[in-house]
């Protein structure tokens, strides 16, 4: 079996809860991919740590120290990135994505040739950070193959790039479906008074808010076509999480685990099971 995750910000964690209820009802998952948050949630389940352990270390390092606030000169990026880098390097060491336990890709934009750039090989955290790269929130990272950000903005669940392998069935798990965007959220409502004396609208997204958004929503259609490829989308319940909410980890985690429960039980994902 084939496991895809997507990208969804602070909805990823809902792939933690996923992972072990599949185990819990054993499923073994054979290969992995995702992109943005998605693939960082597919590699601690490719360097085949235990559930609590990739828990403890997701709370560490997106709730109780975020790394995205390391702000700077906007002339590439709101944030510098070094934050990032650093707790990818400390997470995932020298690890390359040849030598980890199961077979794992994830997927970043390459804005130079205007396509999927699919990581296969290489610095495992050099590629988790080629595809959390949004554009204007983080620096891109520039190979030789060209200037990669964010895979979600040419495919955030990459079911084909799975599917291409031929290796078994391929199973889907999408959090990015549904995104609210159309009322202020916690950060929206921060600030009032400056947002009147610059004459700003009170309700609009903040610019962290619509970068996330802008490098998801161009990868909506390309998401639905790659949704073919899989035997079976899983979609938590997860519209009124904002793609910032990071705090709500524990209840995400505890989503993504009671809806993949429900659907096994359900009988939806016998056909893996058979395989």
């Not at 490719?46 to 390391?70: C, H, S, T, W, Y």
């Not at 970043?108 to 204007?136: F, Y």
Request: with cysteine; proline share 7%; charged share 20%.
């Amino acid at each position: 079996m084939g496991l895809v995750l997507a990208g969804g910000g602070a909805r990823g964690f809902a792939h933690l809860g996923a992972i072990q209820a599949l185990r819990e009802y054993g499923f073994p998952v054979d290969l992995v991919g995702g992109t943005s948050i998605g693939a960082v949630m597919a590699a601690t389940c490719a360097i085949q740590i235990g559930l609590d352990e990739a828990k403890a270390l997701m709370r560490e390092a997106f709730v109780r120290n975020p790394p995205l606030n390391d702000y700077t000169l906007p002339l590439v990026a709101l944030v510098r990135g070094q934050k990032v880098d650093a707790r990818l390097m400390e997470h995932f060491g020298d690890r390359t994505i040849e030598e980890l336990w199961l077979p794992f890709f994830c997927v970043s934009s390459n804005l130079t040739t205007g396509t999927t750039h699919v990581h296969r090989q290489g610095p495992l955290w050099r590629a988790l950070r080629a595809s959390l790269a949004i554009p204007g929130l983080l620096p891109p990272v520039v190979e030789p193959e060209g200037v990669l950000v964010d895979g979600a903005m040419m495919n955030n669940l990459p079911a084909d790039v799975m599917s291409d392998l031929q290796r078994g069935p391929v199973l889907g798990i999408d959090v990015a479906r549904d995104v609210a965007f159309t009322t202020p959220g916690e950060e929206e409502k921060k600030a009032p008074l400056l947002r009147r004396l610059l004459g700003l609208p009170a309700n609009a997204p903040d610019i962290v808010s619509l970068l996330y958004r802008a490098a998801t929503i161009s990868s909506d259609a390309q998401t639905l076509k790659a949704r073919a490829h899989a035997a079976l989308v899983i979609h938590p319940p997860l519209a009124d999480v904002p793609l910032r909410g990071w705090e709500q980890f524990e209840r995400v985690v505890e989503i993504g685990y009671e809806h993949t429960r429900e659907r096994i039980e359900s009988g939806a994902l016998d056909s893996f099971k058979a395989a």
